[in-house]
């Protein structure tokens, strides 16, 4: 901690309500300004062990008392008297800003103090920051870009904006940065730093305690890393803050990620519109417990079309290619941000129903050996951000259902289904028992889903495949940490408009695990025909030929079979079990009716053994038709099998004067003569056939 905020040799002492102080330490102690999100932290310590904390704010009471001593009114009157005048001047200083306002920053000129204070509280769970270090995707491809270039981190100093728990840190670390700043808000500092101290790397990584935009660092920065996207890219004004962190970065210098992409394309879906059309039916009602409802439908329809939908889609829903605007990391102002303004020109590439806008962003890392893309397009794995939808204006809760619950940019409590299981991603669970697990489910949520986002029109239009629709997307900031989107669109060469304004802050997190389904009547050739035609193209890859007993596949490949059959050695005769010609020329023949004989002949072989054995449909005595074999099998065992009984598998594909080869047809080969010459003189040579 710096030496400015740092106070020794001072005492405490504690006033009673006559006006009368006693010690409340022994000996004298040592005080300590410190960040905290709403204002500052007065930690009080003994031996190295804080014994009080008091928080400073803008309601904080407290005072100078005299010229060396503070006093702070509480539910005990603290005293705190300085060892000299300047130092008692430099705390009061230090508290003064606080309380008067003058402490004013970038962040909270442009944040709401409630909106700051859930924000930085959300952030501080360590489940929160789980659930992100468990995106498998997010997290892989920020240390993949890192550490792929590592020229631009070997022997760097490193800034890490909004570090967390410190994971990007540890890979600027790994990938050789000489000196590293975390530098964090909420009190998520304190368990980055645990986990610095516990990996060792204290003097590689340094821990800060603070907003980017209030702290004070050493030097400039040869690399600036974040995560700073929320849903839409643009929700939670992060991307602010991670520009504002430029003014620590040398000329020439590189950011991580490097510049972000987002995507908007019309698309239609018929089933998420009537889905927010019918929530609003329960404001028909027109004799609820006696009450009627039915003049705020209006109103519940309106804020539900507000509502952006965040969840997975099938690209094909998609009516035009994306329109894509970009932003340069490197160069953008915070400025260019309060407003973003994106034209909008898609040249219509299906007749349809267009119900909205759909809305995912990419984002690059552009490094001097290679270029890394982290992206949340519908065609990807999915991220913690998902993929986020808005209708023109107005669809039933399924798996989750969610009502007026604070996320990252969410002023919402949560309702879960509990029944509901995620197999896709197990990071978050849906029992709901206390307010502190709705704040836990809401990080989750937010942070599973968010990259792929929909918005509503308020009206779907129609257009025809080859129209021109033009229009344009409008985000404005507000001090809630997000932004107002408005959009408007119209279909060139009419009078056909569409609009709607949406409140990024309330989504609707509509997930429910199931694959997202490709959009209705887009077939034009049969289901049924192309699902037997790709079994039978299947089938001939793996069709069974015959040659000699030995099953062949497609290519030609031998592939011998370890079907299971029985050689039963009965009382009187070696008796085999039949083993039909499984091909009976089954080329040709479906992958499904194939298995149907196999499992036929099967059967077969598993009856009870009858007096003849039919080959070929041929009538044969057993004892003559299998002849050969009995010079195969040793006589200790025939006439142990005599006595009891026995069977010993053989390949399921051995048929009557088929070459036999050692080790290979018969098994197991324990108690089998395995004698060459006695094998050849079963039947045909190879070449004879």
């Given at each position: 901690m710096a030496a400015a905020r740092l106070f020794e040799h001072v005492y405490v002492h504690v006033l009673n309500s006559d006006g009368d102080k006693r010690l409340k330490f022994d000996v004298p102690v040592t005080?300590?300004?410190?960040?905290?999100?709403?204002?500052?932290?007065?930690?009080?310590?003994?031996?190295?062990n804080v014994e009080v904390e008091i928080p400073v704010d803008s309601k904080t009471e407290c005072c100078?008392?005299?010229?060396?001593?503070?006093?702070?009114?509480?539910?005990?009157?603290?005293?705190?008297?300085?060892?000299?005048?300047?130092?008692?001047?430099?705390?009061?200083?230090?508290?003064?800003?606080?309380?008067?306002?003058?402490?004013?920053?970038?962040?909270?000129?442009?944040?709401?103090?409630?909106s700051a204070t859930q924000y930085f509280q959300f952030y501080s769970y360590l489940s929160q920051q789980q659930n992100m270090m468990q995106d498998y995707i997010r997290t892989g491809t920020y240390q993949q870009a890192?550490?792929?270039?590592?020229?631009?981190?070997?022997?760097?100093?490193?800034?890490?904006?909004?570090?967390?728990?410190?994971i990007l840190s540890f890979f600027a670390a790994q990938a050789g940065a000489k000196m590293v700043y975390a530098v964090?808000?909420?009190?998520?500092?304190?368990?980055?730093?645990?986990?610095?101290?516990?990996?060792?790397?204290?003097?590689?990584?340094?821990?800060?305690?603070?907003?980017?935009?209030?702290?004070?660092?050493?030097?400039?920065?040869?690399?600036?890393?974040?995560?700073?996207?929320?849903?839409?890219?643009?929700?939670?004004?992060?991307?602010?803050?991670?520009?504002?962190?430029?003014?620590?970065l040398k000329p020439n210098g590189k950011m991580f990620p490097s510049r972000g992409d987002l995507h908007v394309a019309p698309f239609c879906d018929e089933g998420l519109y009537y889905e927010q059309l019918n929530k609003a039916n329960f404001w028909y009602q027109n004799c609820f417990h006696g009450v009627d409802l039915s003049h705020l439908r209006d109103e519940a329809l309106n804020e539900y079309l507000r509502q952006p939908i965040v969840d997975t889609f099938d690209i094909s829903i998609c009516l035009a290619?994306?329109?894509?605007?970009?932003?340069?990391?490197?160069?953008?102002?915070?400025?260019?941000?309060?407003?973003?303004e994106i034209p909008l020109e898609?040249?219509?590439?299906?007749?349809?129903?267009?119900?909205?806008?759909?809305?995912?962003f990419d984002v690059a890392f552009l490094g001097s050996t290679q270029t890394v893309w982290l992206s949340t397009a519908p065609t990807e794995p999915l991220t913690h951000w998902y993929q986020v939808g808005a209708s023109l204006v107005k669809p039933s809760l399924t798996g989750i259902r969610l009502v007026s619950y604070y996320s990252v940019g969410c002023d919402v409590a949560v309702i879960v289904d509990p029944t509901h299981t995620d197999t896709q991603t197990p990071a978050w669970s849906t029992g709901i028992t206390s307010l502190v697990d709705w704040y836990h489910q809401l990080g989750r949520?937010?942070?599973?889903?968010?990259?792929?986002?929909?918005?509503?029109?308020?009206?779907?239009?129609?257009?025809?495949?080859?129209?021109?629709?033009?229009?344009?997307?409008?985000l404005i900031a507000n001090r809630r940490q997000s932004y107002d989107v408005k959009l408007a669109i119209q279909i060139e060469g009419t009078a056909v408009t569409g609009s709607n304004t949406l409140d990024l802050k309330n989504p609707y997190f509509r997930y429910t695990g199931a694959a997202p389904q490709p959009p209705p009547g887009n077939n034009t050739t049969s289901p049924s025909e192309n699902y037997w035609h790709q079994v039978d193209e299947q089938?001939?890859?793996?069709?069974?030929?015959?040659?000699?007993?030995?099953?062949?596949?497609?290519?030609?490949?031998?592939?011998?079979?370890?079907?299971?059959?029985?050689?039963?050695?009965?009382?009187?005769?070696?008796?085999?079990?039949?083993?039909?010609?499984?091909?009976?020329?089954?080329?040709?023949?479906?992958?499904?009716?194939?298995?149907?004989?196999?499992?036929?002949?099967?059967?077969?072989?598993?009856?009870?053994?009858?007096?003849?054995?039919?080959l070929n449909h041929h009538a044969v005595a057993p004892a003559a038709a299998y002849a050969p074999l009995q010079h195969l099998v040793n006589p200790v065992l025939r006439q142990t099998s005599s006595a009891g009984g026995g069977s010993f598998p053989v390949n399921s594909a051995l048929m009557i004067g088929d070459y036999v080869t050692p080790g290979s047809i018969l098994l197991p080969t324990q108690g089998l003569n395995m004698n060459p010459s006695a094998a050849a003189a079963v039947g045909h040579s190879p070449s004879s056939h």
């Amino acid at each position: 901690m710096a030496a400015a905020r740092l106070f020794e040799h001072v005492y405490v002492h504690v006033l009673n309500s006559d006006g009368d102080k006693r010690l409340k330490f022994d000996v004298p102690v040592t005080v300590s300004i410190g960040y905290d999100p709403h204002g500052l932290s007065c930690k009080i310590s003994k031996d190295d062990n804080v014994e009080v904390e008091i928080p400073v704010d803008s309601k904080t009471e407290c005072c100078k008392f005299g010229a060396k001593s503070y006093l702070f009114a509480s539910h005990e009157d603290l005293l705190l008297t300085f060892s000299s005048a300047s130092d008692a001047r430099r705390f009061h200083e230090m508290v003064f800003k606080v309380r008067v306002g003058k402490e004013a920053s970038v962040f909270n000129e442009r944040t709401d103090d409630s909106s700051a204070t859930q924000y930085f509280q959300f952030y501080s769970y360590l489940s929160q920051q789980q659930n992100m270090m468990q995106d498998y995707i997010r997290t892989g491809t920020y240390q993949q870009a890192i550490l792929s270039n590592m020229t631009d981190f070997k022997d760097c100093i490193v800034l890490d904006v909004g570090a967390g728990s410190g994971i990007l840190s540890f890979f600027a670390a790994q990938a050789g940065a000489k000196m590293v700043y975390a530098v964090e808000a909420s009190s998520m500092a304190h368990h980055c730093q645990t986990l610095v101290k516990s990996n060792n790397l204290q003097n590689r990584i340094k821990v800060i305690a603070g907003k980017i935009e209030e702290v004070d660092l050493p030097c400039s920065v040869d690399i600036i890393i974040s995560e700073p996207m929320g849903y839409m890219l643009y929700n939670e004004r992060m991307l602010e803050t991670y520009i504002h962190a430029r003014k620590w970065l040398k000329p020439n210098g590189k950011m991580f990620p490097s510049r972000g992409d987002l995507h908007v394309a019309p698309f239609c879906d018929e089933g998420l519109y009537y889905e927010q059309l019918n929530k609003a039916n329960f404001w028909y009602q027109n004799c609820f417990h006696g009450v009627d409802l039915s003049h705020l439908r209006d109103e519940a329809l309106n804020e539900y079309l507000r509502q952006p939908i965040v969840d997975t889609f099938d690209i094909s829903i998609c009516l035009a290619k994306s329109v894509r605007h970009t932003l340069d990391f490197t160069t953008a102002a915070e400025e260019d941000l309060h407003h973003l303004e994106i034209p909008l020109e898609f040249h219509i590439l299906k007749s349809s129903m267009m119900h909205g806008l759909a809305f995912w962003f990419d984002v690059a890392f552009l490094g001097s050996t290679q270029t890394v893309w982290l992206s949340t397009a519908p065609t990807e794995p999915l991220t913690h951000w998902y993929q986020v939808g808005a209708s023109l204006v107005k669809p039933s809760l399924t798996g989750i259902r969610l009502v007026s619950y604070y996320s990252v940019g969410c002023d919402v409590a949560v309702i879960v289904d509990p029944t509901h299981t995620d197999t896709q991603t197990p990071a978050w669970s849906t029992g709901i028992t206390s307010l502190v697990d709705w704040y836990h489910q809401l990080g989750r949520l937010d942070h599973q889903l968010g990259g792929l986002v929909r918005c509503l029109l308020q009206k779907p239009v129609f257009v025809k495949e080859g129209q021109l629709v033009t229009g344009k997307v409008q985000l404005i900031a507000n001090r809630r940490q997000s932004y107002d989107v408005k959009l408007a669109i119209q279909i060139e060469g009419t009078a056909v408009t569409g609009s709607n304004t949406l409140d990024l802050k309330n989504p609707y997190f509509r997930y429910t695990g199931a694959a997202p389904q490709p959009p209705p009547g887009n077939n034009t050739t049969s289901p049924s025909e192309n699902y037997w035609h790709q079994v039978d193209e299947q089938g001939a890859k793996q069709a069974l030929n015959m040659v000699n007993g030995i099953t062949v596949n497609g290519l030609g490949e031998v592939a011998l079979d370890q079907g299971a059959s029985l050689i039963t050695l009965g009382a009187s005769s070696l008796q085999l079990a039949p083993t039909l010609n499984p091909v009976a020329n089954l080329a040709g023949v479906r992958v499904g009716q194939q298995q149907q004989i196999l499992q036929q002949q099967q059967r077969s072989v598993a009856a009870p053994a009858a007096s003849t054995t039919v080959l070929n449909h041929h009538a044969v005595a057993p004892a003559a038709a299998y002849a050969p074999l009995q010079h195969l099998v040793n006589p200790v065992l025939r006439q142990t099998s005599s006595a009891g009984g026995g069977s010993f598998p053989v390949n399921s594909a051995l048929m009557i004067g088929d070459y036999v080869t050692p080790g290979s047809i018969l098994l197991p080969t324990q108690g089998l003569n395995m004698n060459p010459s006695a094998a050849a003189a079963v039947g045909h040579s190879p070449s004879s056939h």
